[in-house]
T-cell receptor, first 112, second 111 residues
Framework: GAGVSQSPRYKVTKRGQDVALRCDPI?????LYWYRQALGQGPEFLTY????????KSGLPNDRFSAERPEGSISTLTIQRTEQRDSAMYRCASSSYQETQYFGPGTRLLVL | GEDVEQSLFLSVREGDSSVINCTYTDSSSTYLYWYKQEPGAGLQLLTYIFSNMDMKQDQRLTVLLNKKDKHLSLRIADTQTGDSAIYFC???????????FGRGTSLIVHP
């Protein structure tokens, strides 16, 4: 595709619900990254994949957060039992093998 | 303290030059980036520089790197209203594939 796409662009959910955020990387990019960005802050790393293998998940804040990329292309970030503090912009980026990253538009998550 | 620091705001007049500054702490930083974030859009990669370079120019953009002082700057010549955005500085080392971002500098361009 022309760029990284993410869906939904906006998600409003109630506390305690599970949410799944999707990322579709640039075609051919083998590395995929997830970030979380709070208001007034830069993106903070969550996790990344090379192909379908999760290489580093050290940035996931707790075990309610998980990510997968089963076929080495589209990735899903899942947040279980959402809490208000999970409200943020979630950004996905992709790159050629561990090179310069190109970001998608992000998913704005609001937990009520 | 933060690994990457930027001033939060910069206001310039249309047609003037803008200079956005960034300092970082990791002396082993290998790649340094400038990203632009417009409302409702993703982070757009503007330019990057390798640590073995002092300067990089790309049309209206000039990046200067002072490794000794761990200081990176982005100069935008002939700033236009369309340049109004948040600019993020980021650095990463060769051994890590994950860049560390600053908090971003909001550039406001007024007539």
């Amino acid at each position: 595709g022309a760029g990284v796409s993410q869906s939904p662009r906006y998600k409003v959910t109630k506390r305690g619900q599970d949410v799944a955020l999707r990322c579709d990387p640039i075609s051919g990019h083998v590395s995929l990254y997830w970030y979380r960005q709070a208001l007034g802050q830069g993106p903070e790393f969550l996790t990344y994949f090379n192909y379908e293998a999760q290489q580093d998940k050290s940035g996931l804040p707790n075990d309610r957060f998980s990510a997968e990329r089963p076929e080495g292309s589209i990735s899903t970030l899942t947040i279980q039992r959402t809490e208000q503090r999970d409200s943020a912009m979630y950004r996905c980026a992709s790159s050629s093998y561990q090179e310069t990253q190109y970001f998608g538009p992000g998913t704005r998550l609001l937990v009520l | 303290g933060e690994d990457v620091e930027q001033s939060l705001f910069l206001s310039v007049r249309e047609g003037d030059s803008s200079v956005i500054n960034c300092t970082y702490t990791d002396s082993s930083s290998t790649y340094l980036y400038w990203y632009k974030q417009e409302p409702g859009a993703g982070l757009q990669l503007l330019t990057y520089i390798f640590s073995n370079m002092d300067m990089k120019q790309d049309q209206r953009l000039t990046v200067l790197l002072n490794k000794k002082d761990k200081h990176l700057s982005l100069r935008i010549a002939d700033t236009q209203t369309g340049d109004s955005a948040i600019y993020f500085c980021a650095e990463r080392t060769g051994g890590s594939y994950i860049p560390t971002f600053g908090r971003g500098t909001s550039l406001i361009v007024h007539p």
